[in-house]
């Protein structure tokens, strides 16, 4: 099948519409219409080259939601009509302890491990192509189904931004009687502070100024500290049971993991791209935990979605077209968007 897409060519180049090859669907394959694709910063270092060469021409996006189209003849999880979405990864072996596990994203199988949605090498041995385009192939046990109460526009950015948010909520505790930081209200960190609040915790959000407050505050945080007024990390020492950071930068490391309690843990996931320091015994001073965490599993993928569905949570966005997509890139980086830009694939 052919499907309409957008790609780039290079770490500068310009996103440009172009033709891509689709697989019909193999037995146990799904095609579905891609309705709306979200923009990831790790599209945008990905597209740039600023995490490592990348398979150009290269049509990124792992926050795809659509409709399904065609089903093989082997597949029992779906059926046309059927609203559906898949984020960051396409493959897995499915036999490793990780698989076995539900961590589908740590797959370092026979075969390669995991496969990612794009920028990847799929079992046939071509490029993976993402989410900018019109349709998508995929294997059935990677394909998650998207409650009817969300929007499919508003649903996309779940895929990514909500499991990797939900992820180390849900596995560090948050919860009632829990305090709760979430650093940073972009596109991760708007669905943190709504799942973390909706988990039943004490959430706060710690930005960089209060410009973003009222936001939090509609989006269920009680609490909103900005970095740029003085003394703030000072004052907030031994604060809270759970920090996740959703920045991509970690500076000031001491001072932010002063603000756990003791037995506290700090959980990033924003993927800071220079090397980050910190005292040691800033941990053991108050047997606090330092962790990272990467988006999750497809059942709690699932998981998360009908989390969302349940508590009326979903990703804030701004629908764009297509010919705005290396604008929406550049306002992105410099923190203009509130608070997902998703990209109206009939416009492709």
Known sequence: MQARAYAIDSPTGSFAPTIIERREPGPTEVTFDIKFAGICHSDIHTARGEWGPALYPLVPGHELAGIVTKVGAE?????????????????????????????????????????????????????TAGGYSTCFTGEQDYLCRIPDSIPLQNAAPLLCAGITTYSPLKNWGAGPGKRVAIIGMGGLGHMGVQIAAAMGATTAVISQTRSKEADGRRFGATEYYALSEPDTLKNLHRSFDLMVSTVSHASNMDSILDC???????????????????????????NRILAGSQIGGIAATQEMLDFCALHGLQAQVEVISADQINEAYDKVVASQVRYRYVIDTSTL
């Open 75 to 127: 597949v029992t999880k779906f059926r046309v009509g059927d609203r559906v979405g898949v984020g960051c990864f396409v493959d897995s072996c499915g036999t490793c302890p990780d698989c076995l596990a539900g961590n589908e994203q740590f797959c370092e199988g026979p075969n390669g491990g995991t496969v990612w949605t794009y920028n990847d090498l799929g079992r046939d041995g071509l490029p």
């Open 260 to 286: 756990l309690k003791v037995g506290g843990a700090f959980v990033d996931v924003g993927l800071p791209e220079h090397a980050s320091e910190l005292h040691l015994s800033t941990l053991t001073g108050g």
